[in-house]
């Protein structure tokens, strides 16, 4: 028995691959690109483990993918592998295209084809599992409603609309070809082996550096925060019992606005690793212009999840963040690792005043 994960070098797909080896003794094969966000040093620690196989390479690549559905004939395969940095799409939107929605594509195509060449017990057992976001469904006012799985999608950003179009895919192969798929919409996700350029590491690194704390506009985005751990066993029930076809919200049920996260963040920091003028980190904070398109609140509701599969997140948002800030308190190796000289320029030029 195998599995295959797409994207496993990344933050989620990462956090992923780690929960599973620590809950499966079956072979995982994980397939990334290793793009900018792809860092092996998350999978240190399993860099020899006998049920992990990595193997570089993209998604679109049909032949690659194709070799190695024969080899190790996964019981599932599950999708990570995709562009997610808004900032990003919005000046580069071509990269998210050909990833998010022609590679998704591509990648269907090739699993299909595997698929129907299985045994009937093997089709029937096979899982293709698309792990998508909350963003492809818009922006909510503040006395909206949380996202439910049949909110009509109205994606605002470059890097939403790509996602947006992945999960249409995956649905129409589902509806056309009877292709076994699952689709989960996940709020925004923080915790261990987060790459700096989203908010909660980049609060943490740039106020362990003396460095300024961008928040965009007035702070008051709300987003639905879920502890990455949580996101991963959500995903394991999911494939276990999911009912094929269908769409789970996987939330957190944590909503706050970004300037609340700063100041929990500064107020942990100030607890765990004070300035050394005695000062708080909240003197950082600094406002900067809002990002074009800036979606105001999103809220899951995950009660479809809770209520057919039993699933709720261990953490709360308290509980989580005091994990993730200690975590980067004590991983400083994989920080300097992963903050490279390009990545330092983008950001440069990215949060500007």
């Not at 017990?121 to 899982?127: A, K, S, T």
Request: proline share 4%; charged share 20%.
């Amino acid at each position: 028995m195998a599995i295959l994960v797409t994207g496993g070098a990344g933050f989620i797909g990462g956090n992923f691959v780690l929960d599973w080896i620590g809950h499966n003794d079956e072979l995982l094969i994980n397939l990334d690109k290793l793009t900018y966000a792809g860092n092996l040093q998350t999978l240190e620690s399993i860099a020899h483990h006998q049920h992990h196989h990595f193997v570089q390479g993209d998604i679109g690549d049909t032949a690659l993918v194709s070799r190695i559905l024969l080899e190790h004939k996964p019981r599932a395969v599950i999708n990570f592998a995709a562009e997610s940095h808004v900032d990003r799409s919005i000046h580069g939107p071509g990269a998210f295209i050909e990833t998010n929605v022609v590679g998704t594509f591509r990648l269907l195509e090739s699993v299909r084809a595997y698929w129907l060449e299985c045994t009937e017990e093997e089709r029937n057992r096979f899982r293709f599992l698309h792990v998508s976001t909350d963003e492809v469904y818009g922006s909510l006012g503040p006395n909206d409603p949380a996202f439910r799985e049949d909110h009509p999608y109205q994606p605002n950003s470059p890097y939403s609309a790509s996602k947006a179009a992945s999960d249409h895919l995956v649905r129409a192969w589902f509806h056309t070809y009877g292709f076994p798929v699952l689709t989960t919409n996940c709020s925004n996700n923080y915790g261990p082996y987060h790459f700096p350029e989203k908010l909660i590491p980049l609060v943490i690194l740039h106020a362990l550096e003396g460095k300024d704390l961008p928040v965009y506009g007035d702070g008051q985005q709300v987003r639905d925060w879920l502890y990455v751990k949580d996101h991963c066993s959500a995903l394991r029930r999911v494939l276990e019992a999911g009912r094929i076809g269908e769409t789970y919200n996987i939330g957190g049920w944590n909503e706050q606005a970004n300037l609340e996260v700063v100041r929990m963040i500064c107020g942990l920091l100030d607890e765990l690793k004070p300035r050394s003028d005695g000062k708080s980190y909240a003197d950082q904070i600094r406002f900067v212009r809002d990002r074009p398109g800036h979606d105001r609140r999103y809220a899951i509701d995950a009660r479809k999840l809770e209520q057919e599969l039993g699933w709720r997140p261990a953490e709360t948002f308290a509980s989580g963040l005091r994990k993730t800030v200690s975590w980067y308190l004590d991983h400083t190796d994989w920080v300097q690792g992963v903050s490279s000289g390009s990545y330092r320029q983008w950001l440069t030029s990215q949060y500007h005043a």
